[in-house]
């Protein structure tokens, strides 16, 4: 298959997923959804990768859904439902996205995700479905969706963090650096931001000397430990919750800001109090 929106690099026990579009800072749009399916599924498929490493070109892992394209998208489908929302319709689709998020997560091969720059939304959900996260150490990582227009569909926030962390940046939306990620129990390591490339593809080469056998059983244990936490009933929840957080009144409010004001004004709105993300200096 012919990837434009992703890259694959297969270099013997390692492969390498890159999120390719830095013009819009690997933004997740659906061909973006379609082709990192397929690469997963190549990676996992050759019987030479031990490890999969998942980055992003240029400045960003990735800043979550292309928001321009997504609140045009969807008040395109409710315009022409006459103005009414489908719930259903917008689970099932939204479901496609968190299956190909876990497909990282259920990837009987180690996943690593490699975080510079930002990371936020539902670029948060493809970094914390990954086995091991590794980071810059002045990456940004948040949900500000929490604060409108959104709840995290794979909640992997609540199973990567004790119960205080999750709550603080599910309700606040607010970021984390590289540095306390790690702080928090949310990343291995951080490394200064030139040596993290480095640091990823020395530790994917060490876990490559593991046995593929080993490596599956292991990642298996522990997958089905938090299988048995009732994780797919709350991503089941989290995605119904998302869908029903973009159509609130406020909800709505806010994608008609991005689509009548631009997307900077409806950012400067919701992030404001925080000082953060729209705010920051990066």
Known sequence: MAFSTVLLEINGPIARITLNRPERLNAINRQMIRELAEAI????ADGQVKVIILSGAGRAFCAGYDLQWATATEEET???????????????????????FM???????????????????????????????????????????????????????VYRLGLEHAKRLMLSGQPLSGKEAVQVGLA????????????????AHRLATIPLSQLVMSKLLVNQAYENMGLRTTQILGTFMD??????????DWRRTVIKEGLREALRRRDEPFGDYSFSRR
Not at 41 to 44: G, H, L, P, Y
Not at 105 to 131: F, N, R, Y
Not at 188 to 202: D, I, K, R, T
């Open 41 to 44: 599924s190549t990676a996992n």
């Open 78 to 100: 409710q315009e022409a439902r006459g103005g009414v929302w489908d719930p259903v319709a917008d689970y099932l689709a939204m479901w496609q996205n968190v299956r190909t």
């Open 103 to 157: 497909a990282l997560w259920e990837s009987p091969k180690p996943t690593i995700a490699q975080v510079h720059g930002w990371c936020v939304g539902g670029g948060t959900d493809l970094a914390l479905c990954c086995d091991l996260i590794f980071v810059a150490e002045d990456a940004q990582i948040g949900y500000p969706p929490a604060r409108v227009w959104g709840q995290p569909t794979t909640v992997m926030w």
């Open 188 to 203: 291995s390591a951080a490394f200064p931001p030139s040596q993290l490339a480095q640091g990823v593809e020395a530790y």
């Open 243 to 252: 869908g029903i957080a973009r159509h609130t009144p406020e909800g709505i």
